[in-house]
């Protein structure tokens, strides 16, 4: 075996050098802070695209919850709307569950005096919601819900006034006991 000579070791000079970002200090992070930015970041993440209407893509639309109550005799169903919409969707969707609750929602014990009109506050609170977004058109090739007539002026809601005089003939009737 024969070794090296003992000079051709010391001239060798590497052919690769190493690049600007891994020689200079690491920068520091948002706003001042002393935490260093890792070298193979991109740079913060960026925020995620604000959700459009789920119905018609519009923007602005904000996400809440409508419901819709259902009662039967001893049990009931609700349903429950948690997408974000748009103004003309949003109230659309509400006139037609806030009918459905009204017309539906109060054949029960427990549907007439507490999820029927949980129902209709969180309905109304959503109303107040949506009628405070400004106007929006949706992208090209698709469509907002039609808004319909208001409750008032749907036969359906009217439905309500049976269980409403029942449960007041009932109230009249235990405080005269």
């Not at 935490?35 to 639309?61: D, F, K, M, N």
Request: glycine fraction near 8%; aromatic fraction near 8%.
């Amino acid at each position: 075996m024969t070794t090296p000579s003992a000079g051709s070791d010391d001239d060798f000079v590497p052919q690769y050098t190493a690049p600007a970002w891994y020689t200079t200090q690491p920068q520091t992070g948002i706003a001042g802070a002393n935490t260093p930015i890792p070298w193979h970041s991109l740079g913060p993440v960026p925020a995620p695209p604000e959700p459009g209407c789920h119905v018609c893509q519009a923007h602005p639309a904000t996400r809440t919850e409508i419901r819709s109550h259902t009662g039967l005799v001893l049990w009931g169903r609700t349903r429950t709307v948690n997408q974000p919409l748009c103004r003309q969707c949003g109230i659309s969707l509400i006139r037609t569950m806030t009918t459905r609750t009204l017309w539906q929602g109060w054949w029960g014990i427990l549907s007439l005096f507490f999820h029927t009109p949980a129902a209709l506050l969180q309905n109304r609170a959503a109303h107040r919601q949506f009628r405070a977004l400004p106007m929006s058109a949706p992208p090209p090739g698709r469509r907002s819900l039609a808004p319909g007539k208001p409750v008032p002026l749907r036969p359906q809601a009217y439905v309500a006034l049976i269980p409403g005089a029942w449960a007041a003939a009932l109230i009249v009737h235990l405080v005269r006991r």
